[in-house]
C-alpha cells in the first residue's frame, strides 16, 4: 500500500466552541493536529487573557490525560481593546495571536471592529512584542457584493494596514480569491495566508448547482474555479512558506445549517489532512504536503516544529454522513463521499 509519512500537523484556524459543542469535536482534531490556533468567536466572545487562560483549560480538561495536543489561545479585537491587554496576552504562554473581525462579517462576530482606527494602540503594540493579528479579510458594506468582500477588503483596509505596521505580523486567514494570493505573494515575509480544504476542493458550483446545498456555505463565500480555486491550489501547493494549512472546520448543528437562513461554516475536523491530501495528490503535489501542513505555519509563529510523525494511507473509505455534535448532528465535508488517503490510527 502507498504511504506518506508526515511530520504531525498542526491547524493554525480552528473553531472548537465550548461546552458539549466542545467536547463532541475536540478529540478529533487532537488525533489529527499537534496544535491548533483557537479562535475566539464564542457568545460572549474571547477578549482578555483571563478568559482565554480559561478556555483553554476548559479544552485540555477534555481530553484524554495522555493527549499532547495543545491548544493556542487567541484574543478577539474590539474597539476597546487596550495597548495593556496585549502586554498581558504576550505575557501569557497560553495566548498566541489575535483576532480581527470586522463587525458582521461573520458568525459570532457582533462585538468585532468597528473602527479600525481605535484599534492602533493596540496594534502597535502588537508589533513591538511580535504577537501575530489574525484576519477575517471581508468588507461588510451592504452594497459590497458577497463574492467580491475580500478583494475589496484587500485593497481598502489591508494595504493600508500594511503601510502603517511594517513588521506587524499578519496572517490573511482562509483565503478565498486569486486577490488574496497575489497580494499575499508580494508582500514582505512578516505576510502570510491560511488556507482550508473545502476552499481547496470545492467552488461556487459545488455549492449552487443542482440545488443550494447549506453544507458548503462558509465566509468568505467559495469563489470561481477559475481563477480563484486554482490559485489557491497552485499557492498551497507551491512550496511558499506563506502559505499553510489552516481548517475553518468550524461546527454547526444540523438543522441550523439547513433552515431559511443556514449559517456559514464547514466543519472538516473529522478529516482534515485526509482532505488535504486529497487536494495535493490531485495536483500532483503530495510532497509538498508536509510543508504546508506541519512546517511553515509553526514557523511564522516562531514555534518549534512537532517532533511526531503521522503516516497517510492510500486507501478508499467514505466519510458519515453525519457525527454526534452537542445532543444534535454535524454534517461534515464531503459527507456519504469517498476519499483516497486515510490516517492511520
Ligand atoms: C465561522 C464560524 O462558524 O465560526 N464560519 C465560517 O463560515 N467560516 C466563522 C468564520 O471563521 O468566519
Ligand atoms: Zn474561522
Given at each position: 500500500m502507498e504511504k506518506v509519512i508526515l511530520t504531525k500537523p498542526d491547524d493554525w484556524h480552528l473553531h472548537l466552541r465550548d461546552g458539549e459543542a466542545m467536547k463532541s469535536v475536540v478529540r478529533m482534531s487532537a488525533f489529527q493536529m499537534g496544535r491548533a490556533v483557537i479562535m475566539?468567536?464564542?457568545?460572549?466572545?474571547?477578549?482578555?487573557t483571563k478568559q482565554a487562560i480559561k478556555y483553554h483549560n476548559e479544552i485540555v480538561r477534555a481530553l484524554?490525560?495522555?493527549?499532547r495536543f495543545r491548544p493556542l489561545m487567541v484574543l478577539y479585537l474590539t474597539d476597546k481593546t487596550t495597548k495593556n491587554e496585549i502586554i498581558e496576552a504576550s505575557e501569557a504562554q497560553e495566548v498566541h495571536a489575535v483576532k480581527l473581525y470586522p463587525?458582521?462579517?461573520?458568525?459570532?462576530?457582533?462585538?468585532?471592529?468597528?473602527?479600525?482606527?481605535?484599534t492602533y494602540p493596540a496594534l502597535e503594540q502588537m508589533q513591538k512584542e511580535g504577537v501575530p493579528l489574525l484576519i477575517?479579510?471581508?468588507?461588510?458594506?451592504?452594497?459590497?457584493?458577497v463574492f467580491d468582500r475580500e478583494k475589496v477588503f484587500i485593497d481598502r483596509t489591508l494595504t493600508k494596514l500594511v503601510q502603517e505596521f511594517p513588521s506587524l505580523k499578519i496572517v490573511l486567514e482562509h483565503i478565498t480569491t486569486k486577490d488574496a494570493v497575489d497580494f499575499v505573494s508580494e508582500c514582505e515575509k512578516n505576510i502570510a495566508a491560511t488556507i482550508t480544504p473545502h476552499h481547496l476542493l470545492a467552488n461556487r458550483n459545488h455549492m449552487l448547482?443542482?440545488?443550494?446545498?447549506?453544507?458548503?456555505?462558509?465566509?468568505p463565500v467559495l469563489k470561481r474555479k477559475s481563477p480563484h480555486q486554482e490559485a489557491l491550489i497552485a499557492a498551497a501547493t507551491?512550496?511558499?512558506?506563506k502559505f499553510f494549512l489552516g481548517t475553518d472546520s468550524a461546527p454547526h448543528e444540523k438543522h441550523q445549517k439547513e433552515s431559511s437562513c443556514g449559517c456559514a461554516g464547514v466543519f472538516s475536523a473529522h478529516a482534515a489532512v485526509e482532505l488535504y491530501a486529497e487536494a495535493f495528490d490531485g495536483a500532483g503535489k503530495?510532497?509538498?504536503?508536509e510543508g504546508f501542513a506541519s512546517f511553515f505555519g509553526a514557523d511564522f509563529y516562531g514555534l518549534p516544529r512537532n517532533q511526531e510523525k503521522i503516516t497517510l494511507e492510500k486507501t478508499t473509505w467514505r466519510i458519515p454522513e453525519s457525527y454526534n455534535f452537542s445532543g444534535s448532528h454535524v454534517v461534515p465535508f464531503f459527507a456519504g463521499e469517498e476519499l483516497s488517503w486515510r490516517l492511520s490510527a
Open positions: 475566539p468567536n464564542l457568545s460572549p466572545p474571547i477578549t482578555n484524554p490525560k495522555e493527549s463587525a458582521g462579517a461573520t458568525t459570532n462576530s457582533d462585538s468585532g471592529v468597528t473602527n479600525l482606527s481605535s477575517h479579510g471581508e468588507v461588510t458594506d451592504n452594497d459590497i457584493d448547482v443542482g440545488g443550494i446545498k447549506p453544507h458548503y456555505y462558509c465566509l507551491s512550496g511558499s512558506p503530495i510532497e509538498k504536503l
